[in-house]
């Protein structure tokens, strides 16, 4: 006999979730407030053009977000660097390029970073001194939480130009907020994992398709091979637990009876859904601490090729990191596309300046800096420009968060929580959502078996 199971939000924590159950042989019912699957990893169509709300990267080490890529087949549609390699642009001219060596971690990054030109001869000496006191740094060790990396950085020698013309490049966009403000136990999973672990663990991989192809219609035509049911256009409005086991998924104008529930969704959407006594209130409570940190990404379209390489990061620039999206978005076929046009997008983190600021501005600041990173863009017409913005990207990672991110487990049987936000140990991220979504579905089947349930 199989147990029934809802998983609430069909981001990529939810997906994992309900293939890991379905899996095992539970009666799965995925249900998704969206007309779609992906949650924060989706893509939508303009006048023809696939466009990714966010552009997404992951790494090397990233090994449960690789394992459902390869679950979904997915693997193959996407490219991961054979070494580490990204070329940092300055304006005027100036580039770098970080890319490992061969010899193990934390070797693998020395002559780079030995060379890099944006820095001092003093500077760069000063990175080994952070980069080795870091391998005494425990993600897990309650006072790291509580440091700011920037304040860590400078009583380590970093000067307020190491810490924004190397450091940042790294931390901000990982950890969605400003390098400085990052709780010290979340850098600490970044930098052991990038500069101190594995050499190959911060090798950079990307989609090859638009996100929603990548993960949400896989996971649909997965989990509806699976046997699972996906619900669309499934907002759920409450949780209630059964007086002899089991709950009531309510829906607008439905319920679902379930033996199980996995409770997938943003922080903020989790807090009100939780049924009283699944979790002391002050903690639920808390998840309000654990706030929003936007992403903007600026996508550019130029009627010519202004960047030769699939992917930079600039510094001394207001822009970040730049991917070139031609071949993804399907540019030819679209209402854009003209053969050799070349479409860029931008992606800012920890982008509180831009979130709300209009289109018009950002197009008079941003079209500019480009053409000072890209002496091709400066005779480059541009002939499409627009603006996605995820106000609630991630969670401010900052310190005290890690205080506040639950554990898979409630304390209700047959309630298990998942998402990018819980404590995985990694900070907010697709790697952190898979993780979530594996913890959980253990921690389900762990708890049923306790209570009669049959796994
Ligand atoms: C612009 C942007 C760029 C990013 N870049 C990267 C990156 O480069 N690398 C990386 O690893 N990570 C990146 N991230 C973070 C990564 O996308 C997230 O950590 C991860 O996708 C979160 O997955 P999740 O399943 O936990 O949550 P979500 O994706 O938020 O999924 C939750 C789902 O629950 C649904 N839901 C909410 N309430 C209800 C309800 N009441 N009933 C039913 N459904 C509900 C939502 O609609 C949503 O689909 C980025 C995020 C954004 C927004």
Same mark, same amino acid.
């Given at each position: 006999?199989?147990?029934?199971?809802?998983?609430?939000?069909?981001?990529?924590?939810?997906?994992?979730?309900?293939?890991?159950?379905?899996?095992?042989?539970?009666?799965?019912?995925?249900?998704?407030?969206?007309?779609?699957?992906?949650?924060?990893?989706?893509?939508?169509?303009?006048?023809?053009?696939?466009?990714?709300?966010?552009?997404?990267?992951?790494?090397?080490?990233?090994?449960?977000?690789?394992?459902?890529?390869?679950?979904?087949?997915?693997?193959?549609?996407?490219? #991961?660097? @054979?070494? *580490?390699? +990204?070329?940092? !642009?300055?304006?005027? %001219?100036?580039? =770098?390029? &970080?890319?490992?060596? $061969?010899?193990?971690?934390?070797?693998?990054?020395?002559?780079?970073?030995?060379?890099?030109?944006?820095?001092?001869?003093?500077?760069?000496?000063?990175?080994?001194?952070?980069?080795?006191?870091?391998?005494?740094?425990?993600?897990?060790?309650?006072?790291?939480?509580?440091?700011?990396?920037?304040?860590?950085?400078?009583?380590?020698?970093?000067?307020?130009?190491?810490?924004?013309? #190397?450091? @940042?490049? *790294?931390? +901000?966009?990982? !950890?969605?907020?400003? %390098?400085?403000? =990052?709780? &010290?136990?979340?850098? $600490?999973?970044?930098?052991?994992?990038?500069?101190?672990?594995?050499?190959?663990?911060?090798?950079?991989?990307?989609?090859?398709?638009?996100?929603?192809?990548?993960?949400?219609?896989?996971?649909?035509?997965?989990?509806?091979?699976?046997?699972?049911?996906?619900?669309?256009?499934?907002?759920?409005?409450?949780?209630?637990?059964?007086?002899?086991?089991?709950?009531?998924?309510?829906?607008?104008? @439905?319920?679902?009876?379930?033996?199980?529930?996995?409770?997938?969704?943003?922080?903020?959407?989790?807090?009100?859904?939780?049924?009283?006594?699944?979790?002391?209130?002050?903690?639920?409570?808390?998840?309000?601490?654990?706030?929003?940190?936007?992403?903007?990404?600026?996508?550019?379209?130029?009627?010519?090729?202004?960047?030769?390489?699939?992917?930079?990061?600039?510094?001394?620039?207001?822009?970040?990191?730049?991917?070139?999206?031609?071949?993804?978005?399907?540019?030819?076929?679209?209402?854009?596309?003209?053969?050799?046009?070349?479409?860029?997008?931008?992606?800012?983190?920890?982008?509180?300046?831009?979130?709300?600021?209009?289109?018009?501005?950002?197009?008079?600041?941003?079209?500019?800096?480009?053409?000072?990173?890209?002496?091709?863009?400066?005779?480059?017409?541009?002939?499409?420009?627009?603006?996605?913005?995820?106000?609630?990207?991630?969670?401010?990672?900052?310190?005290?968060?890690?205080?506040?991110?639950?554990?898979?487990?409630?304390?209700?049987?047959?309630?298990?929580?998942?998402?990018?936000?819980?404590?995985?140990?990694?900070?907010?991220?697709?790697?952190?959502?898979?993780?979530?979504?594996?913890?959980?579905?253990?921690?389900?089947?762990?708890?049923?078996?306790?209570?009669?349930?049959?796994?």
């Amino acid at each position: 006999m199989s147990f029934k199971v809802a998983v609430i939000g069909g981001g990529l924590a939810g997906i994992t979730a309900a293939i890991a159950l379905a899996e095992s042989g539970a009666d799965v019912t995925l249900l998704e407030g969206r007309p779609r699957l992906g949650g924060a990893t989706c893509s939508f169509s303009r006048d023809g053009l696939t466009v990714d709300t966010g552009q997404h990267v992951f790494l090397g080490c990233c090994s449960a977000y690789r394992g459902l890529l390869a679950r979904l087949g997915m693997t193959e549609h996407t490219t #991961l660097q @054979d070494r *580490f390699d +990204v070329t940092v !642009l300055a304006p005027g %001219g100036k580039k =770098a390029r &970080l890319r490992r060596t $061969a010899l193990p971690g934390p070797l693998h990054m020395l002559p780079a970073l030995g060379r890099y030109p944006f820095l001092s001869l003093a500077e760069r000496a000063s990175v080994a001194r952070p980069a080795l006191a870091m391998r005494f740094v425990d993600p897990a060790d309650p006072a790291a939480d509580t440091q700011r990396f920037g304040d860590w950085l400078a009583q380590r020698g970093q000067s307020e130009r190491t810490r924004r013309a #190397l450091w @940042d490049l *790294f931390s +901000v966009s990982a !950890l969605n907020i400003a %390098g400085d403000d =990052a709780s &010290l136990a979340l850098a $600490a999973v970044v930098v052991k994992t990038g500069l101190l672990g594995k050499n190959n663990a911060a090798d950079i991989g990307v989609a090859a398709l638009p996100l929603g192809e990548l993960h949400g219609d896989a996971g649909a035509t997965l989990l509806a091979k699976l046997g699972a049911q996906v619900a669309l256009n499934a907002k759920v409005t409450a949780i209630e637990p059964n007086q002899d086991g089991g709950y009531r998924v309510r829906l607008a104008d @439905d319920e679902l009876p379930t033996d199980a529930v996995v409770l997938a969704v943003p922080h903020e959407k989790a807090a009100p859904l939780m049924p009283p006594g699944a979790l002391p209130d002050e903690t639920v409570a808390g998840w309000a601490g654990l706030g929003a940190s936007p992403i903007v990404n600026v996508h550019v379209i130029y009627d010519r090729p202004v960047m030769d390489l699939p992917f930079v990061a600039a510094i001394d620039s207001p822009v970040q990191w730049v991917f070139d999206r031609t071949k993804i978005s399907g540019i030819s076929a679209s209402k854009h596309g003209r053969p050799g046009h070349q479409y860029l997008a931008i992606s800012l983190s920890a982008a509180d300046q831009y979130a709300d600021t209009p289109v018009a501005q950002l197009q008079e600041q941003f079209v500019p800096a480009l053409a000072e990173l890209f002496p091709a863009a400066r005779d480059a017409t541009v002939t499409e420009f627009f603006v996605t913005r995820e106000r609630r990207a991630t969670f401010r990672q900052a310190p005290g968060s890690g205080a506040l991110r639950p554990k898979a487990a409630t304390q209700m049987p047959g309630l298990a929580l998942a998402g990018a936000w819980t404590d995985t140990g990694w900070p907010d991220t697709m790697e952190g959502a898979v993780r979530s979504g594996l913890t959980a579905a253990a921690q389900l089947k762990a708890s049923l078996s306790t209570i009669g349930v049959p796994k």
